[in-house]
């Protein structure tokens, strides 16, 4: 019998193999992936229409897969002359690995307390200079000696009472000595600095390249280059799709303020550099959707602060990157919301998919359907895996809605994520019964509690109509017992 999945050699859906790539996860939507693929490779966009729960999101992120990582980093930087424009900078991965080598460049070397000169080390709180025990410069008595470390500089007739009560002070050591060294003919300056139980050393080429990168203006990284490629911005708020600036309570008051290149915060157009941006719903964006249009078009899109009464109001930073692969989705009867210039933008230089909502029920796609069902256990991670058998009456009902929902015959519904809910409930159940596997018993006992509840109300009201009636007149009735049932509780 057709119906039958034929696979003899499985058992259960722990055998079933699940692809390692993500595209490969996606079942039934075959057109789908094949454009998906092709346009990570070649930087196009994506309309995806189609119903809820058929995967429009998991290729969208599945393509971010495909896609080489980021190799850019935007960062805003203070405008000394002219604090409320702040500048963009874009670094790459190469400058990025540049700047940390020179950063380690002006930490100098880290040495062994042991093996500075023991004047430093006693300066510095490493060394008592009673006994000569080395030890941490936060303890201020020597722990073998029990005497204070502080090293006695000034000679006072109280420096001994002094000493002590500065070790209980922990003022007993210095965070820096300053020393020189002749080396040849020319004397240098050298800088011992604590930094934990070593003792950072500094030449005089060390303290040059320091002061350099001390003197650039500070900058802020707002879209840093290890992110994640694939953003959601799936009902966002204005400022979270475009970026904002934030208010600061003292606005622009150059000594209690805080400096707006601080304050500046990227959106998603920007954190979707180089990688994807999925917009689920494109149409709720309503008048937003032009922004989205100008960032692709411009490839750059400002960041100003969005709300007036902020004092981010003032503040914009132009030229902020926002070069994304927009996949956006939505339904076929709001196809017609999209902004016509943003969908033309998408067709010319993109693809726009129906997604599938059925597929054909043959031996192939059942396997699909197993495969699936692993999926979704594996992604769960709390329940076990499903017996044939079990799998059998979630592919049943598969078909039951190819059949009922979108009137095929002979087909699978492509409506996964509630299939999805479906096997989780049966895990959740069979969890309870303490079976080792989903089992068919508990994938129907899952399919009773997973009916749509308009699908019970038809089954105990007989109509929606009348459960409606039924409703009406009950809570009127209601709300007549209710005061009816005051007064009986009162005075009986
Ligand atoms: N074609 C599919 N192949 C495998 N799993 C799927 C598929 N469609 C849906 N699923 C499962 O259902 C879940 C939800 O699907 P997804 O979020 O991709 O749907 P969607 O079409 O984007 O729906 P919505 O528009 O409501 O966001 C997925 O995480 C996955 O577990």
């Known amino acids: 019998m057709g119906s039958y999945i034929n696979f003899d050699e499985y058992t259960d859906t722990s055998m079933i193999k699940i692809p390692a790539n993500p595209l490969d996860r996606v079942i039934g939507q075959d057109e789908a992936v094949k454009l998906a693929l092709m346009a990570a490779r070649q930087r196009r966009n994506l309309l995806l229409v189609g119903p809820p729960g058929v995967g429009k ?48 460049s002006i930490e100098g070397q880290l040495i062994d307390p042991k093996d500075a000169p023991q004047n430093v080390a006693e300066r510095l709180g490493y060394r008592c200079p009673h006994c000569g025990f080395y030890s941490s410069p936060s303890e201020n008595v020597c722990p073998q000696c029990g005497n204070t470390k502080m090293v006695n500089t000034a000679q006072s007739p109280f420096s001994d009472v002094f000493n002590v009560i500065g070790a209980a002070f922990g003022v007993g050591s210095n965070e820096r000595v300053t020393q020189t ?25 060390t303290m040059e390249r320091r002061r350099k990168i001390e003197k650039k203006s500070p900058s802020k990284v707002i879209v840093p280059i290890d992110r994640n490629p694939f953003v959601l911005a799936t009902g966002a708020s204005e400022t979270e799709l475009l970026g904002d600036v934030r208010h600061d309570p003292y606005g622009g008051h150059p000594q209690l303020g805080t400096l707006p290149y601080e304050r500046v915060v990227a959106g998603a157009v920007h954190m979707a550099h180089e990688g994807v941006l999925f917009i689920d719903e494109i149409t709720h964006l309503g008048n937003l959707q032009r922004f989205i249009l100008t960032a692709m078009q411009e490839k750059s899109f400002p960041i100003i602060g969005r709300n007036p009464q902020s004092a981010g109001a003032s503040v ?26 943003l969908r033309s933008r998408i067709i010319g230089n993109g693809y726009e998919i129906l997604m599938e909502t059925v597929m054909e029920d043959n031996e192939k796609n059942r396997l699909k359907y197993l495969q699936f069902i692993a999926q979704e256990i594996n992604m769960d991670g709390r329940i076990p895996h499903m017996t044939i058998d079990g799998a059998y009456v979630i592919i049943q009902e598969g078909r039951r809605k190819a059949k009922e929902i979108d009137g ?38 899952a399919l009773k509690l997973y009916i749509p509840v308009e699908e019970k109300i038809k089954k105990y009201y007989g109509s929606m109509e009348n459960a409606l009636r039924t409703e009406a007149t009950g809570s009127q009735k209601g709300v007549y017992n209710y005061s009816n049932g005051v007064d009986d509780g009162i005075y009986n």
């Open 57 to 104: 999101s998991m290729i969208a992120q599945a393509m971010s897969f495909y896609l080489p990582r980021p190799q850019e980093e935007i960062r805003v930087v203070h405008n000394p002359v002219y604090p409320e424009r702040p500048f963009v900078e874009v670094k790459t991965r190469d400058e990025i690995e540049r700047e940390k080598i020179e950063m380690n």
């Open 181 to 205: 060294r002749r080396i040849g003919e020319h004397e240098e300056v050298i800088v011992y600095e604590r930094q934990g139980d070593k003792i950072r050393v500094m030449d005089e080429k």
């Open 316 to 341: 914009r930073v132009d030229d902020v990157p926002s070069d994304f692969i927009l996949v956006a989705a939505c339904n076929i009867a709001d196809l017609q919301y999209i902004l016509s210039p």
């Open 408 to 445: 095929k015959d002979n087909a699978l519904s492509l409506r996964l994520r509630e299939l999805g809910g479906l096997v989780r409930a049966a895990g959740d159940i069979a969890v309870e019964n303490n079976h080792k596997l989903i089992e068919k018993g508990d994938v129907i006992e």
